[in-house]
């Protein structure tokens, strides 16, 4: 019962007999319970608090004391120094404890239990000593567990830092100063947001930034890419199944809407979900609740949905490929990502922010570039967005260049292979002998040509996959490599 530390007590009363009664009381548990000091005043006490901080561990005060701060005020004055501080009254109003609207006011003020002193003519110790002692113990160990999760919060807390830090939104033009206004807005208000723009503008990175800068921070934001999930899996991997629901269920799966429960999921590529999961989807929207595989009873949640979408989701319920009451459900308030090419001012940002940032991970100095070369990456067209411009950065990079000149940023977009291409001698893009490419260069310039050939002349992300030979995750993260999704 007894903890392993002594207890260090902070003791205010004004009155020498109720001082002497206390001590009584505790000493035969000196060995585990001390009075480190004793103050008849309530600013005193408050001064020796912010002295002494974590020298205390309990507050035992007298209610009313011979001082112009004392009672609910004392108590609320003591939270504000420390809140992991647990305070005992000890009060002469009231020998009745069952005194709910007195009590109700302590506890408001911050004070975890309170006791009477009365009867006087008990002068060895406080009134009900068990008691007393036992509420000494147990307001301790609330203290150790408020401060463990304090220290846990300052590291989560330090942790979201960290976080956003590395997923900051660069730029400085009104588009995307605009943008960040909105993620404060839909951060603050917790409700559903959609947000729609071309593949590689940052549809995550804004998802991210709302989870991170709102109330469920310090709880997990679960992305999902709907386009990525078999047809087939989709609503094992977002809701779930029991141990037994069909063949092969050998234990009991929790989906990725349990996983995410008090935190942020966020859909990405909302459109590719298949119907069936779209009314699972508007149930867990409109009533908190996920049907599971193989139970009957609904379970609830508490998640806050993000969904994302490069496609015009109008168009897919008017072809009733998308629910009309689950679009309205998730489009409460929409977010438009705008692509790179309307942001020429924020190009030389980012890539220097790129830069900086790839190179400090290689290990190089940071090159420069040239005019020239500066000149072909702000007037190229960037059909991948921001994700193409990150690849092309990298790219630039492997090259190990102090300098980086027109021909390296052309090497890089793939400018010169792709008009070899579109002239159909691909020959002389390859065996160009004042043009010798590296074989990396020249396989990852081949894929991205040839993935956009195929996606061009395929209606989906996964009929593209399928004529590739490729599972859709495959595709997925090869195209996100590539900077095309």
Not at 117 to 139: G, M, R, V
Request: with cysteine; hydrophobic share 40%; net charge neutral.
């Amino acid at each position: 019962m007894f903890p392993n530390r002594t207890i260090k007590i902070l003791l205010i009363e004004d009155e020498t007999f109720d001082e002497r009664r206390i001590r009584n009381t505790i000493k035969p548990f000196e060995k585990y319970i001390v009075i480190g000091d004793v103050t008849s005043g309530g600013g005193h006490a408050l001064e020796l608090l912010k002295k002494n901080k974590n020298r205390y561990d309990v507050v035992i005060m007298d209610f009313q004391i011979a001082d112009n701060i004392r009672g609910e005020n004392l108590i609320r004055r003591i939270k504000e120094i420390d809140r992991t501080l647990q305070i005992i009254v000890l009060t002469k109003m009231t020998v009745n404890i069952t005194d709910f609207d007195f009590a109700n006011r302590l506890l408001e003020a911050g004070a975890m239990w309170y006791c009477t002193k009365y009867p006087n003519d008990i002068e060895d110790y406080i009134y009900q000593p068990t008691d007393f002692i036992l509420s000494i113990i147990n307001a301790y160990e609330k203290s150790l567990l408020k401060k463990e999760k304090q220290k846990s919060n300052l590291k989560l807390t330090q942790n979201v830092n960290d976080i956003l830090q590395k997923k900051c939104i660069i730029g400085e033009s009104e588009a995307i100063k605009n943008l960040r206004m909105q993620i404060q807005q839909c951060a603050q208000s917790g409700t559903t947001v959609l947000i729609r723009g071309a593949s590689g503008t940052g549809k995550e990175l804004a998802a991210a930034n709302i989870h991170y800068t709102s109330s469920r921070r310090l709880e997990k934001f679960v992305p999902i890419n709907c386009g990525s999930l078999p047809g087939e899996l989709v609503e094992s991997e977002l809701f779930g199944f029991e141990r037994g629901a069909f063949t092969g269920a050998q234990e009991k799966k929790l989906g990725l809407f349990e996983v995410a429960d008090n935190g942020t999921v966020f859909l990405d590529e909302i459109s590719e979900l298949p119907l069936s999961a779209q009314v699972k989807l508007l149930r867990v929207i409109q009533e908190g609740e996920i049907d599971k595989i193989g139970r009957t009873e609904r379970v609830k949640v508490n998640v806050r949905i993000i969904a994302a979408t490069n496609r015009n989701l109008e168009e897919a319920v008017r072809e009733n490929r998308f629910r009309e009451d689950l679009y309205y459900r998730v489009n409460v308030v929409s977010i438009w990502m705008h692509p790179l090419n309307t942001l020429r001012k924020d190009i030389p940002i980012l890539i220097d922010h790129f830069m900086q940032k790839f190179s400090d991970k290689m290990g190089q100095e940071v090159p420069v570039i040239t005019e020239e070369g500066m000149q072909i990456l702000l007037d190229y067209h960037w059909p991948g967005n921001v994700r193409e411009l990150q690849n092309v950065v990298q790219r630039l990079l492997f090259s190990r260049q102090k300098e980086l000149t027109e021909f390296h940023t052309k090497t890089a977009l793939g400018l010169q292979f792709q008009t070899a291409l579109d002239d159909h001698s691909l020959d002389m893009a390859i065996w160009n002998p004042d043009n010798i490419l590296s074989w990396r260069e020249t396989e990852r310039m081949f894929r991205e040509t040839y993935f956009r050939f195929v996606r061009k002349h395929t209606a989906s992300d996964a009929e593209a996959a399928r004529k590739l030979g490729l599972a859709p995750p495959n595709y997925h993260r090869m195209c996100k490599e590539l900077g095309l999704k």
